[in-house]
């Protein structure tokens, strides 16, 4: 289990990670907003504990990035006010748990493990960009109202694409992502699949929506 903690005070900060690792768990953390949420969009993390006081971005703002994003992650939130104003506050923005600072690492563990068992966050049935429509579990592509045929690859190239909207995925996330049933996926492979798929979404369309970022990955951008 691969979980982010974000977290400014670097004594909590190295309180949990040290905590988190003896129990077993792959921990990264953040010092800032703006880092933990670039990191979150980046990484594929099981579980973000995420405190509400933050410099550059605060943990409200963070998460409402998130959610808005529609990440499936699940979000323990920190927090030295112990206000039912801002426990609601979060909560309503999608924080799936809440621990209000002091707090005994056993609780802390407690809630974490407890969230897990509840596995991921439930995706959107709807992906979308310009007029690209994604039906996630009818695993149903259109753009334009037309439907367009992908392969299993193809589709799951295209869904990552759009969860990532913006942003430049690498060939090494989507071999992660989409090729995690063969490891080592040659890079040769990853290319010809995004090939097919412009060919399907973009000729013919206006504007092509897939492109290429020289010696970094694959952007798809709306206009």
């Given at each position: 289990m691969r979980?982010?903690?974000?977290?400014?005070?670097t004594k909590v900060a190295r309180?949990?990670?040290?905590?988190?690792?003896?129990?077993?768990?792959?921990?990264?953390?953040?010092?800032?907003?703006?880092?933990?949420?670039?990191?979150?969009?980046?990484?594929?993390?099981?579980?973000?504990i995420l405190?509400?006081?933050?410099?550059?971005k605060d943990g409200f703002s963070v998460l409402r990035e998130l959610r808005t994003s529609g990440l499936p992650v699940r979000v323990l939130m920190l927090t030295a006010r112990d206000g039912v104003g801002d426990r609601v506050q979060g909560l309503d923005l999608g924080a799936d748990d809440y621990l209000v600072k002091p707090f005994a690492f056993a609780e802390?563990?407690?809630r974490v493990r407890a969230l897990l068992r509840r596995?991921?966050?439930?995706?959107?049935?709807?992906?979308?960009?310009?007029?690209v429509q994604v039906d996630v579990?009818?695993?149903?592509?259109?753009?334009?109202?037309?439907?367009?045929?992908?392969?299993?690859?193809?589709?799951g190239v295209l869904a990552h694409l759009l969860r990532r909207t913006g942003q430049v995925v690498t060939r090494a996330e989507l071999a992660e992502q989409v090729w995690a049933d063969l490891?080592?996926?040659?890079?040769?492979?990853i290319e010809v699949t995004v090939y097919h798929l412009r060919e399907k979404l973009d000729r013919g369309?206006?504007?092509?929506?897939?492109?290429?970022?020289?010696?970094?990955?694959?952007?798809l951008q709306t206009p």
């Open positions: 979980l982010l903690v974000i977290e400014d005070e309180f949990i990670e040290r905590g988190l690792r003896e129990e077993g768990f792959v921990v990264e953390t953040a010092g800032d907003g703006d880092a933990g949420l670039a990191k979150a969009r980046e990484g594929a993390f099981d579980l973000i405190d509400v006081m933050l410099p550059l802390l563990l407690a596995g991921v966050a439930e995706e959107p049935a709807l992906l979308h960009a310009a007029d579990r009818a695993r149903r592509v259109t753009r334009g109202g037309q439907i367009v045929p992908l392969s299993a690859k193809e589709f490891p080592n996926t040659p890079s040769n492979v369309f206006n504007p092509a929506l897939i492109q290429t970022v020289r010696g970094a990955g694959y952007l």
